[in-house]
């Protein structure tokens, strides 16, 4: 079922070789387990797409590509899951990981007080600037908050890919046993 799911609504390896964008990669992107629906694929793809969405700026898909390539797993899912982050969840996302990074840092140096950012979408334009200059301004906490929920993150959805692929696989062939017996 899960593979019907994702087959449906992912381009096929065609499509997405046969993109202009994706022309620049030509041969490596003919590996056909950066296609292959399974758990290993899935599960690091998650992974891949999890802390590569927490990459600064538009850099989040080529960042998942880019990681999901030599490691080998599907860069469909991989893309597909750097879409948590967007306009409405990358400031609480990047709040929680200034709060995470300024844990893992230590509470001990005093912190000046800086004021969450808020998007004007009547200038979208100066309102990246401001974010831009809101992000820097967060410093060494933010960055290692950074890595340390991507990894984090990754870590999370690896775990539960796997363990719900798993619990997919035991419960079809619990279903499938009483079916079976109920024929004979």
């Known amino acids: 079922?899960?593979?019907?799911?994702?087959?449906?609504?992912?381009?096929?390896?065609?499509?997405?070789?046969?993109?202009?964008?994706?022309?620049?990669?030509?041969?490596?992107?003919?590996?056909?387990?950066?296609w292959h629906l399974n758990r290993d694929s899935v599960a690091g793809a998650v992974a891949i797409g999890f802390f590569a969405g927490l990459v600064p700026g538009p850099l989040q898909m080529l960042t998942a590509l880019l990681l999901a390539i030599p490691l080998r797993r599907n860069v469909p899912v991989a893309l597909l899951m750097t879409l948590y982050t967007n306009p409405l969840t990358i400031v609480p996302l990047y709040l929680l990981a200034y709060a995470y990074g300024s844990l893992l840092l230590g509470g001990g140096h005093a912190r000046p007080r800086i004021e969450p950012f808020e998007m004007d979408w009547g200038h979208v334009f100066d309102s990246l600037l401001r974010l831009?200059?809101?992000?820097?301004?967060?410093?060494?906490?933010?960055?290692?908050?950074?890595?340390?929920?991507?990894?984090?993150?990754?870590?999370?959805?690896?775990?539960?890919?796997?363990?719900?692929?798993?619990?997919?696989?035991?419960?079809?062939?619990?279903?499938?046993?009483?079916?079976?017996?109920?024929?004979?």
């Open 1 to 34: 079922m899960l593979r019907k799911f994702f087959r449906k609504y992912l381009p096929s390896a065609d499509e997405v070789r046969g993109n202009r964008v994706a022309a620049p990669f030509g041969r490596l992107l003919h590996d056909p387990n950066l």
């Open 132 to 184: 831009a200059e809101w992000t820097l301004a967060l410093g060494k906490p933010l960055a290692v908050g950074l890595v340390a929920l991507g990894l984090t993150l990754a870590v999370l959805g690896y775990f539960a890919v796997r363990l719900g692929w798993r619990a997919y696989v035991v419960l079809a062939w619990r279903a499938r046993r009483r079916r079976r017996a109920q024929k004979r």
